[in-house]
């Protein structure tokens, strides 16, 4: 009997009726259905509830229900786990997560096996201070963004690649993001859009004081590595896939490589990433 693990936003999918919606559909189609134990009150005793931790490779599948945002909580964990992942999207956009809320009926490509795999690049992205690791995200989907905090004074962040210095940036912050993240934060900062296909590391600076700083492309076998220079400022922040945020302190070395995990994404129609992107810039 194949597994299904449905992680949904509370605050998106109000009252978890598309996610019990969604969990009646696997049901009836044979799939044994999880819940996320954030639904703990609305499933009772008709499906079984589970912390992200609670799921293992036994799963075959994985759905989020909500936006974008919901879908990169789960996808770290999907990829650690090798589980293919799908989304529904209830938000405003919806790059990733690409099944309307009304067209339900669609996931019966599921049942059926009537579907692809489409796999993205992710980054590792590790903390390094005074010669030790002090933060470690191992799978991130869109990027990751070294930014000042409150305080209106530009960042000063050395930037590195394979330990050949490239300059120092003095901005608000720096965005390392994948071709998956091309289309979000560092899409808004003036950075490039990237075909998923293409595997690299995109760096964009977020509002650069300078006449000739642009975003910068390179090879997915690079290590960028961005040094905390910032002595204007208390601290820096580091955010993967907007996280909770790292304090990163004076000289701290931030090491972003291509990861070991890769997300799998299912997915069920023919729609073109060109396609997809026209449309929902339309929006």
């Known amino acids: 009997m194949k597994k299904v693990f449905i992680y949904p936003s509370a605050h998106k999918d109000i009252g978890f009726a598309t996610t019990i919606k969604l969990a009646d559909f696997f049901a009836e189609s044979g799939f044994c259905v999880m819940i996320a134990?954030?639904?703990k009150d609305v499933a009772k005793d008709k499906y079984p509830v589970s912390s992200v931790d609670g799921i293992d490779k036994s799963f075959d599948y994985i759905v989020s229900v909500g936006g974008d945002g919901t879908l990169m909580q789960?996808?770290?964990?999907?990829?650690?786990l090798d589980i293919p992942l799908i989304g529904v999207n209830l938000g405003r956009v919806g790059y990733l997560a690409d099944v309307d809320k009304n067209d339900i009926g669609v996931l019966k490509c599921i049942v059926t096996g009537d579907y692809t795999i489409e796999t993205r690049m992710m980054l590792d992205c590790r903390v390094i201070r005074d010669g030790k690791i002090v933060s470690h995200t191992a799978s991130v989907?869109?990027?990751?963004?070294l930014c000042r905090g409150a305080t209106a004074k530009l960042s000063n962040i050395d930037v590195e690649c394979d330990n050949n210095p490239i300059g120092?940036?003095?901005a608000d912050g720096i965005i390392i993001s994948t071709p998956t993240g091309s289309t979000a934060y560092s899409l808004a900062a003036g950075g490039p859009?990237?075909?998923?296909?293409?595997?690299?590391?995109?760096?964009?600076?977020?509002c650069s004081h300078s006449l000739n700083s642009r975003?910068?492309?390179?090879?997915?076998?690079?290590?960028?590595?961005?040094?905390?220079?910032?002595?204007?400022?208390d601290a820096l922040y580091l955010s993967c896939d907007g996280s909770e945020a790292f304090t990163s302190s004076l000289g701290?070395?931030?090491?972003?490589?291509?990861?070991n995990h890769r997300a799998k994404f299912i997915k069920?129609?023919?729609?073109?990433?060109?396609?997809t992107l026209r449309q929902k810039m339309q929006n």
Do not use: Q
């Open 37 to 39: 134990d954030k639904c």
């Open 74 to 80: 789960i996808a770290h964990k999907a990829a650690e």
């Open 141 to 145: 989907l869109n990027d990751a963004v």
């Open 168 to 170: 120092t940036y003095y």
């Open 193 to 206: 859009i990237i075909a998923p296909s293409v595997e690299c590391i995109c760096l964009c600076p977020i």
């Open 215 to 233: 975003p910068l492309i390179f090879s997915r076998d690079s290590v960028i590595t961005l040094v905390n220079r910032s002595t204007r400022n």
């Open 252 to 259: 701290d070395r931030v090491e972003i490589r291509c990861a």
């Open 268 to 275: 069920i129609n023919e729609k073109s990433f060109l396609e």
